[in-house]
């Protein structure tokens, strides 16, 4: 069963990005060129870095065929990115690794699937809260929901999860300023800028490794039993496929109502990528429904949510540059 409903830009609450270096003088746009990691020279590459399933989760998430966290493991989710890429490309929709996939996947992309990079000042210096807790309503309305640690914000920034941090680059490893660690190799981010970008929107984008230019989306479809999101260009081409986490039979998705205007919310929590809402929101017609970032990655498709999409705050902040006015959202069980 299909059922249509709006999407528009007038409802979006860009939310502001986990840590500000500095804030820009009226009408001045923000730039984010200190937060660019730098390659760092160097080899000695782990077993995990060599692994095949993480050069392939990485050139998914390059291609826009989320894996969601990019952890070298053969995961549902893994494969269900997979069959994203073989429709999208024409393929066999296998889910698996065959050759003709690896073909098509691996072209033009490297051979390898991790890099060693070096961590930027501006970058450590973001707001930590290490005493942030874990439900909402025990979070303060003036306390801001950013990373607990400087681990998990790199394990955000590279579409990755502490756990795989530490097996990439070995337990005891010095995470700080000017550090040289192992990180999938996701594709590169040039710093962007906004004419007018007061709440540090293309700062949050640097801060989660997300381009700023990204493909248009005509539609958007919800596949609620399945738990993916696709997004389809004007021509009707399948351009990115990203894994969700919908409601429960308890608190299924909205069918109808209207959509709900910034600042018409009962609850008002400060912006943050371990808030609520993550980084992003995108308003649905229905009571306090919506597509938005998540604050706990590694839950995605494999929890049931609160009647929401839920997306990963990398793939929620690339699908909100994907969309426009004029984008149709279809929920498909």
Same mark, same amino acid.
């Given at each position: 069963m299909k059922r249509l409903v709006p999407l528009s830009l007038s409802c979006f609450i860009l939310l502001a990005s986990c840590g500000r270096t500095e804030e820009p003088r009226p009408g001045q746009s923000r730039r984010a060129d200190t937060l660019t990691f730098a390659d760092a020279p160097g080899g000695g590459e782990t077993e995990a870095a060599d692994s095949l399933p993480m050069r392939a989760q990485v050139a998914l998430d390059r291609m826009g065929f989320s894996p969601g966290v990019i952890d070298g493991a053969q995961s549902p989710l893994y494969s269900m990115a997979l069959r994203g890429f073989?429709?999208?490309?024409?393929?066999?929709?296998?889910?698996?690794?065959?050759?003709v996939t690896q073909e098509a996947l691996f072209k033009g992309q490297g051979s390898t699937a991790t890099s060693l990079v070096i961590i930027p000042d501006a970058f450590a210096k973001g707001v930590l809260v290490p005493k942030l807790q874990a439900g909402v309503a025990?979070?303060?309305?003036?306390?801001?929901?950013?990373?607990?640690?400087?681990? *998990?914000?790199?394990?955000?920034?590279?579409?990755?999860?502490? *756990?795989?941090?530490?097996?990439?680059n070995g337990r005891g490893t010095r995470i700080g300023a000017g550090s040289i660690v192992r990180v999938p190799a996701i594709a590169k981010v040039a710093p962007a800028a906004a004419e007018e970008d007061g709440r540090g929107w293309m700062e949050t984008l640097q801060k989660l490794g997300v381009a700023a230019a990204q493909p248009?989306?005509?539609?958007?479809?919800?596949?609620?039993?399945?738990?993916?999101?696709?997004?389809?260009?004007?021509r009707g081409t399948l351009i990115a496929q990203f894994p969700i986490t919908t409601g429960s039979a308890h608190d299924p998705l909205p069918t109808q109502g209207r959509s709900k205007q910034p600042g018409e919310e009962e609850i008002h929590l400060a912006a943050g990528p371990n808030g609520p809402v993550g980084v992003v929101r995108m308003d649905l017609p229905g009571e306090h429904h919506s597509i938005h970032g998540a604050a706990d990655p590694q839950a995605i498709a494999r929890r049931e949510g609160h009647g929401c999409v839920r997306l990963t705050n990398w793939d929620a902040a690339r699908l909100a540059q994907m969309v426009h006015t004029d984008t149709e959202v279809i929920f498909q069980a």
């Amino acid at each position: 069963m299909k059922r249509l409903v709006p999407l528009s830009l007038s409802c979006f609450i860009l939310l502001a990005s986990c840590g500000r270096t500095e804030e820009p003088r009226p009408g001045q746009s923000r730039r984010a060129d200190t937060l660019t990691f730098a390659d760092a020279p160097g080899g000695g590459e782990t077993e995990a870095a060599d692994s095949l399933p993480m050069r392939a989760q990485v050139a998914l998430d390059r291609m826009g065929f989320s894996p969601g966290v990019i952890d070298g493991a053969q995961s549902p989710l893994y494969s269900m990115a997979l069959r994203g890429f073989q429709e999208a490309r024409g393929l066999p929709v296998t889910g698996t690794l065959d050759a003709v996939t690896q073909e098509a996947l691996f072209k033009g992309q490297g051979s390898t699937a991790t890099s060693l990079v070096i961590i930027p000042d501006a970058f450590a210096k973001g707001v930590l809260v290490p005493k942030l807790q874990a439900g909402v309503a025990e979070q303060a309305p003036s306390e801001q929901p950013g990373h607990r640690s400087l681990t *998990e914000a790199l394990a955000e920034r590279f579409h990755t999860t502490p *756990e795989t941090l530490v097996a990439l680059n070995g337990r005891g490893t010095r995470i700080g300023a000017g550090s040289i660690v192992r990180v999938p190799a996701i594709a590169k981010v040039a710093p962007a800028a906004a004419e007018e970008d007061g709440r540090g929107w293309m700062e949050t984008l640097q801060k989660l490794g997300v381009a700023a230019a990204q493909p248009q989306a005509a539609r958007v479809v919800v596949h609620t039993s399945e738990r993916y999101l696709r997004a389809y260009d004007a021509r009707g081409t399948l351009i990115a496929q990203f894994p969700i986490t919908t409601g429960s039979a308890h608190d299924p998705l909205p069918t109808q109502g209207r959509s709900k205007q910034p600042g018409e919310e009962e609850i008002h929590l400060a912006a943050g990528p371990n808030g609520p809402v993550g980084v992003v929101r995108m308003d649905l017609p229905g009571e306090h429904h919506s597509i938005h970032g998540a604050a706990d990655p590694q839950a995605i498709a494999r929890r049931e949510g609160h009647g929401c999409v839920r997306l990963t705050n990398w793939d929620a902040a690339r699908l909100a540059q994907m969309v426009h006015t004029d984008t149709e959202v279809i929920f498909q069980a």
